[in-house]
């Protein structure tokens, strides 16, 4: 028999008063600002934001080591957390649309308000359907499922050791790079950026590459684009691409719905009358649960109206729904491991638009209760996914998410705001004229999602002639591309190749890298400019071959350890040493932000 672990004396007894305290301290403090800081700068830099789970649980883990294979419980608490405070820093692209539209931006208050309140509804939302996503339906929640196998994996002293040291590495080669890229002129003409790279090494060669393909091929029809009148001379590219590739998300995401929901129905009827197994720790009382989504439900409906002066019609659309995305972008996010929650605002707005929504700031407001209400929903479903398979308490869980929520809803609006008045160029719509989009496009701060977001609120006041065109061509481009790839790799006989002969495995990943690449990830190449695209498939390029290489060396390793678990991909090298990249950058540019803003304020 085992003998137990024994607890190193200074931590506080596990479920006790400082334990929690203790925990919930380094999550708020520590783990989750430097989520939320990372989360924001990727979306002001680059347009979209890596979850902190991993990165939290790793470094949650260094604290809770010292309670042996139980700490992994204490480490999920603080991911949580401090997850949910990087989701809803990610939202301050709410904030920067507000700019860019022109909008009076609310005193702080207001704005701190209608965060929390949207993000609390989204918790709510989020917990009300974790019973059938997660516990009936037994959804995979890859990204869950990888943050589970990593706590448990973090057991081992010598791995946690070598996850902060790769964390480590990264970070300050991000931090090194970031400065550097920003100082020497050489590096600048370059447009470096190591947090791109990052992002790239995290996702490999196959979409990263496929990222290159798109921004190539818009760059081409560029000349085309002119002599249509879609674009002036000048003008980049993305200014006509983000609809195409608007378009090209949605037109998949109608084929992916559809076989989600085929999907949803074969597992419910196969589960019909099974009885669900689920542990005293994972229960939550209903009756608190719908008390909890009527109150935040109210709270935003009046944040929204008599707070923000919104139209009581389209507040109560959006918040409708939000039940409807949650289940829907669950789902997606259960299976496939994406939450498209920018393509819930945009189809949001335009069924806003349907009922007579004119005015883009209240478009922007409306929509963000989905966009809020759906990320930090999917979150909790996530985070109950890796709990479930951990055996933590899911009532905790739900608390660590509150605060985490509380403090995420307050860093948005103040990181967002820190970012816009250090780096003036982010408040620039690069949108409203030629010369606000050249000096967007050099600095390098791409923000496709807010570019995204305020491209779609533009057309309800400023309608172009080619603006729904070039969406539906994008429509019909990413709806016939998903098809045909869905049937393509579901052949036996094609699956039989591309998993056999080298030459198999080289068309297969030319198939997904240029040939026949998926909407999803080519349409990155539509939002950002040709260099951001650039660096980002040279990170997947780096990351892809850096694994190739040393595959060999790594299974005889494992072997060696007698090593018969294998562990996930968030745990490798590359991925682990992207993220420090990302994390080093984004404390690069916060670094050089504030010492911009003192010596403004010196003089």
């Avoid at 190539?216 to 983000?242: D, N, Q």
């Avoid at 378009?247 to 109608?254: F, H, K, T």
């Avoid at 991925?575 to 010492?595: P, Q, T």
């Amino acid at each position: 028999m085992t003998e137990p672990h024994k607890r190193s004396r200074w931590l506080p007894t596990p479920g006790s008063v400082p334990y929690h305290l203790m925990l919930g301290a380094i999550a708020i403090f520590f783990l989750g600002p430097l989520g939320g800081v990372t989360a924001i700068f990727m979306v002001f830099k680059i347009g979209f934001f890596v979850g902190g789970q991993v990165l939290a649980g790793i470094l949650g883990s260094s604290v809770t080591y010292g309670y042996g294979p139980e700490g992994k419980h204490g480490a999920n608490y603080m991911q949580t957390m401090a997850a949910s405070v990087a989701s809803m820093a990610g939202m301050g692209t709410l904030v920067q649309a507000m700019v860019w539209t022109g909008m009076e931006q609310p005193p702080l208050w207001q704005l701190v308000a209608y965060f929390l309140a949207t993000g609390m509804f989204g918790v709510g939302i989020g917990m009300l359907y974790t019973p059938i996503l997660v516990d009936k339906l037994q959804l995979t929640f890859p990204s869950g499922l990888a943050v589970a196998n990593i706590l448990r994996a973090l057991t081992d002293k010598t791995l946690l050791k070598q996850s902060i040291a790769r964390l480590g590495t990264g970070t300050g080669i991000g931090i090194a790079g970031g400065i550097a890229a920003a100082k020497i002129a050489a590096l600048e003409v370059l447009d470096i950026s190591t947090s791109t790279f990052g992002a790239g090494m995290i996702v490999g060669a196959r979409i990263g590459l496929s990222a290159i393909t798109a921004g190539l091929t818009f760059h081409f029809l560029s000349p085309k684009f002119i002599e249509m009148g879609w674009l002036k001379p000048g003008e980049p590219f993305r200014k006509v691409a983000f609809l195409i590739a608007l378009g090209m998300i949605m037109g998949a995401a109608i084929v992916d719905i559809g076989l989600l929901a085929v999907d949803a129905a074969k597992r419910i009827r196969e589960k019909k009358g099974a009885k669900v197994e689920v542990s005293e720790k994972t229960k939550s009382s209903n009756r608190r649960l719908y008390a909890w989504v009527v109150v935040w439900g109210a709270l935003t409906f009046l944040t929204a109206t008599k707070v923000l002066g919104l139209s009581p019609l389209f507040i109560i659309v959006s918040m409708a729904l939000v039940l409807a995305f949650t289940m829907i972008n669950g789902i997606s996010l259960g299976i496939t491991d994406s939450n498209p929650i920018s393509s819930a605002f945009v189809v949001t707005v335009m069924i806003l638009a349907g009922i007579g929504l004119r005015e883009p700031k209240v478009g922007l407001l409306a929509a963000g209760i989905v966009l809020v209400s759906t990320s930090i929903a999917g979150d909790m479903q996530q985070d109950r996914s890796t709990g479930a398979r951990l055996g933590s308490d899911r009532n905790i869980q739900f608390r660590y998410q509150v605060v985490g929520v509380t403090m995420g809803a307050i860093l948005a609006v103040v990181m967002a705001q820190l970012f816009m008045k250090a780096y003036p160029v982010l408040s620039l719509n690069p949108l409203s004229s030629q010369e606000a989009g050249d000096l967007v496009e050099k600095s390098g701060w791409q923000s496709a999602m807010t570019y995204k977001f305020a491209g779609a609120l533009d057309s309800l006041t400023h309608p172009k002639a080619h603006t729904f065109l070039a969406i539906k061509i994008g429509l019909a481009i990413g709806f016939f591309t998903e098809v045909a790839r869905k049937i393509l790799k579901a052949n036996a006989g094609y699956k039989k190749f591309s998993e056999g002969p080298v030459q198999g495995r080289v068309f297969d990943f030319l198939l997904d890298a240029v040939f026949l690449p998926s909407p999803y990830a080519s349409s990155f190449g539509g939002f950002v400019g040709l260099p951001t695209s650039f660096w980002f498939g040279a990170g997947g390029t780096f990351s892809s071959l850096y694994d190739h290489f040393t595959a060999k060396k790594k299974r005889s390793e494992e072997a060696a350890s007698e090593t018969t678990e294998e562990l996930p991909s968030d745990m490798s090298t590359t991925s682990l040493v992207g993220g420090g990249l990302i994390a080093g950058d984004s404390i690069a540019a916060l670094i050089l932000g504030v010492i911009g803003l003192l010596s403004v304020v010196g003089k």
